[in-house]
Structure formats: C-alpha cells, structure tokens
C-alpha cells in the first residue's frame, strides 16, 4: 500500500497587490526602484497580484512582469483588466484571478438609474417605512489563542487565523508571524510579524526583545531603522495610533 504523497488544503497568505493605474515603462520602473529601496527588505521576493486598472498591450504586460520580477518581486497573479492577456499570463506561469468573487465585486461598478425609473420613484407617494423588529447582533466568533512553543526559523511561516498568536521561542531573521489578531513572542523577534492583518487596527505586537526587520499593523509597517531607534533588543510593544506605528518600552 502506497503512503499519501501529499494533502491538498486551503491557506491565507498576504501579498502585496500592486494597482497598475498608468504604464509608461520608464516613469514605471523609475517609481518602482524608489519604492523598493525605501524598504528592500519588505519589498525583496514578496508576493504579488498584479491589479491592471485599465488593459495593457501584450508587449506592456510583458515588460511589466519583468520590472517586478527585476526589483526580485514575485508576481503570482493578476488580476483587472486582463481581457485578451489571458494566455500571455498563463504562458508566464501567473494565475488570472479577475473571475474570482473577491476581484468581481471590488471591481463592480454601480450603473446609474434611469431618468425614466428615477423620475417615475419621485412621482410614486412614499411608501410608509416598516417597523420592523430588532435583529439579534450575533455574537463574535474568537477562535482559541494559536501557541507555538518552538522557534520560528528563517524561511518558515506561522499564521494565526482569527485570534491571536503565541510564540514562546525566538523568531529568527527571515522568518514570517502573522495573526489576524495580537502577536506574542516570549523569545527575541528578528524576523517579520504582521499583527491584525485583515484589518484590525487595534492589534499589536507584544515581544521579550525587539530586533525585528519588520513590524505591521493593519497594512501600517515600520522597517528594520526604525525599530532599531527605539526600544532595541529590550521588552516592547508596538500598536497603531493614528495611523502611526508607536514602540513603547514594557516596565
């Protein structure tokens, strides 16, 4: 009897989706150096979804994979304004991605009314607005706090979805935490820990010694010099407050 090769499973994982709003090929990859040097170290083989917002030729497309993949971005998937792109993006081992739900509904445009339908709503007497009873607010789901107890080595990922995560060991340089909630780390942080990655701008990162090369709430990141200035390798937190990142000192 032949042992499973392998299991099939579904992930969340963050990329960076870089919105390709305008394509002069020059003034694009000019733009890109710049804003991957303020933060190579971020920006260096991260993933990336390509959002085309108005359709590029054949050519553009072509040239624009190739300054993403120059600056050593990974682009995994595009996603827009794709039209006759498709087998170009297949052809460049991409997945397209503009039919799935999520991209359908962010591109979907509203159309307006009628005049007609409009006008004829205007003219009809205003229906008396119904009472209706109180809907029951349900309650929030917390999934259990994720706990490893083991270091987190460079080159691995660990993702808690939906609540917070505890790590009691060290995370080492060129490793990833992520948590949909707070990030806990009982050892020395040196890698990257992305707290409230869906969006929870009061998550914060909790660490015994702060060396980290990256600290993320909410989308907000503040790089390996900035940490450095603040709190270094001693007990910390960092929260978002106003759209900025603060490194306070744990007494």
Known sequence: MTDTCFRMKGTTLTSIVLEVIDFDPDT???????????????????????HLVKLLNATEFELLVALCRRFKLQPMAVRGEVGPLRSIINDLGL?????SKFTESSLKTTKPESTTL???????????????????????????????????????????????LVITAAVSEGAEVLADGNIHVYGTLRGRALAGVKGNVH??????????????????????????ASCWKQPAQIYLEEDTLRIEPIA
């Open 28 to 50: 694009f990859e000019s733009q890109l150096a710049e804003k991957v040097n303020s933060a190579p170290q971020f920006f260096t083989r991260s993933s990336l979804i390509l």
């Open 95 to 99: 997945a397209d991605v503009s039919q």
């Open 118 to 164: 409009k006008e004829q709503a205007a003219n009809e007497p205003a229906a008396p607005t119904p009472v209706s009873s109180p809907v029951p607010t349900p309650a929030p789901v917390t999934k259990p706090v994720k706990v490893i107890s083991r270091p987190v080595r460079s080159g691995q990922q660990v993702y808690a979805e939906g609540g917070d």
């Open 203 to 228: 998550a914060r990162v909790f660490c015994q010694s702060l060396d980290a090369e990256l600290i993320s709430i909410a989308g907000q990141f503040i790089m390996h010099e900035t940490v450095k």
